[in-house]
T-cell receptor
Framework: AQSVTQLDSHVSVSEGTPVLLRCNYS??????LFWYVQHPNKGLQLLLKYTSAATLVKGINGFEAEFKKSETSFHLTKPSAHMSDAAEYFCVVSSAGGGADGLTFGKGTHLIIQP | NAGVTQTPKFRILKIGQSMTLQCAQDMNHNYMYWYRQDPGMGLKLIYYSVGAGITDKGEVPNGYNVSRSTTEDFPLRLELAAPSQTSVYFC??????????FGPGTRLLVL
């Protein structure tokens, strides 16, 4: 069994300040982990993924995430927020077996950027 | 490449009506998926397919049917629409079972 918890339903930051979106997971296997972004009325876009290579993963648009096995966390960060970052962010875990039905989505974190 | 396309973008149905949500991908992906997204929730898997002619149930398949006659297309059928099926529906595809590419979604309202 696997699960993912996004610790904040809403995060509000000022433009130009750092972003931190928190995600904890549980998995019986060595997981693959993903962050997806969803802009209003759009589909989900892959930001980055961790698949047991380097623990610090760099994604698109300046985002990165660090896999910490001891803390079962995969938090998403960005040094400086931009207005265009305002969106919904989903943390996703996949079982090591990689079955097509093996993705579990978090409930999402709504990122608000204040001007 | 158009990626994953979905039609229609928005639809209103009356209770008991039926409809088909269309999904197509031009990336030659073997895996295709249908999800629903309810407000404040993550995505729930309805059905998936690992190749033409092969489909399987996901977490929330009741009230839906799918078919996969070609690699490109993966339509989702609602036979007797119910208010509980009001949601946003996303189709996705992938080469393997993990990194998925999503369509823009179909908003369905059942009244």
């Amino acid at each position: 069994a696997q699960s993912v918890t996004q610790l904040d339903s809403h995060v509000s930051v000022s433009e130009g300040t750092p972003v931190l979106l928190r995600c904890n997971y549980s998995s019986s296997y060595s997981p693959s982990l993903f962050w997806y972004v969803q802009h209003p009325n759009k589909g989900l876009q892959l930001l980055l993924k961790y698949t047991s290579a380097a623990t610090l993963v760099k994604g698109i648009n300046g985002f990165e995430a660090e896999f910490k096995k001891s803390e079962t966390s995969f938090h998403l960060t960005k040094p400086s927020a931009h207005m265009s970052d305002a969106a919904e962010y989903f943390c996703v875990v996949s079982s090591a077996g990689g079955g097509a039905d093996g993705l579990t989505f978090g409930k999402g974190t709504h990122l608000i950027i204040q001007p | 490449n158009a990626g994953v396309t979905q039609t229609p973008k928005f639809r209103i149905l009356k209770i008991g009506q039926s409809m088909t949500l269309q999904c197509a991908q031009d990336m030659n992906h073997n895996y295709m998926y249908w999800y629903r997204q309810d407000p404040g929730m993550g995505l729930k898997l309805i059905y998936y397919s690992v190749g033409a002619g092969i489909t399987d149930k996901g977490e929330v398949p009741n009230g839906y049917n799918v078919s996969r006659s070609t690699t490109e297309d993966f339509p989702l059928r609602l036979e007797l629409a119910a208010p509980s099926q009001t949601s946003v529906y996303f189709c996705a595809s992938s080469r393997g079972p993990e990194t998925q590419y999503f369509g823009p979604g179909t908003r369905l309202l059942v009244l």
